[in-house]
């Protein structure tokens, strides 16, 4: 609080300085910017760390969005989120992107995350011979034409991430 001569009389007053920001169908109040910045969006998550140039600059809002100021315009910056505080169920496909805002502006940068989908299974086929369990080989699945794999251990057992419900 600074206080003015106004008349003759002291009054008080307050200095503030900063900035508005709508980006993203998102507005922030924020301190200065410097020449870009960029909108952090993990949908739907909130105290997600997010890392500038492997820097911690914040942890996401109720919203599931940070905006982080001051980053160099025109070059890749490196933004990341820690996919370990997600949420148990959810994965993220990329928990790292490069990001070039212009100069005097600002990119949005959204981390999308997927529902986890996980099959966990004991193979072991019965013939004549009795019972019979295939030991350290792997079990593959073709899923949207993607292969998805995994070793099977001494017991038969599997577990596959990211197979949706379906017939394989």
Same mark, same amino acid.
Request: proline share 7%; no cysteine; glycine share 12%.
């Given at each position: 609080?600074? #206080?003015?001569?106004?008349?003759?009389? /002291?009054?008080?007053?307050?200095?503030?300085?900063? +900035?508005?920001?709508?980006? +993203?169908?998102?507005?922030?109040?924020?301190?200065?910017?410097?020449?870009?910045?960029?909108?952090?969006?993990?949908?739907?998550?909130? !105290?997600?760390?997010?890392?500038?140039?492997?820097?911690?600059?914040?942890?996401?809002?109720? !919203?599931?969005?940070?905006?982080?100021?001051?980053?160099?315009?025109?070059? /890749?910056?490196?933004?990341?989120?820690?996919?370990? !505080?997600?949420?148990?169920?959810?994965?993220?496909?990329?928990?790292?992107?490069?990001?070039?805002?212009?100069?005097?502006?600002?990119?949005?940068?959204? #981390?999308?995350?997927?529902?986890?989908?996980?099959?966990?299974?004991?193979?072991?086929?019965?013939?004549?011979?009795?019972?019979?369990?295939?030991? #350290?080989?792997?079990?593959?699945?073709?899923?949207?034409?993607?292969?998805?794999?995994?070793?099977?251990?001494? !017991?038969?057992?599997? #577990?596959?991430?990211?197979?949706?419900?379906?017939?394989?």
């Amino acid at each position: 609080v600074q #206080f003015y001569s106004v008349d003759g009389k /002291a009054r008080p007053g307050l200095l503030m300085s900063g +900035g508005v920001v709508a980006i +993203g169908r998102s507005l922030s109040l924020t301190n200065g910017l410097g020449e870009s910045f960029a909108l952090v969006e993990v949908p739907g998550v909130k !105290d997600v760390r997010v890392y500038a140039n492997n820097t911690e600059v914040g942890r996401t809002g109720r !919203d599931g969005k940070l905006l982080v100021p001051r980053m160099l315009p025109n070059y /890749a910056n490196r933004l990341s989120i820690s996919d370990l !505080d997600l949420p148990a169920d959810r994965v993220v496909a990329e928990a790292e992107k490069l990001v070039a805002p212009p100069s005097r502006g600002g990119a949005v940068v959204t #981390f999308h995350q997927d529902q986890m989908q996980s099959v966990i299974g004991r193979l072991a086929w019965v013939d004549d011979d009795g019972t019979r369990v295939p030991v #350290f080989g792997v079990i593959a699945v073709v899923v949207a034409g993607a292969t998805i794999d995994s070793p099977i251990a001494l !017991d038969g057992s599997f #577990f596959l991430e990211q197979v949706p419900p379906g017939r394989y």
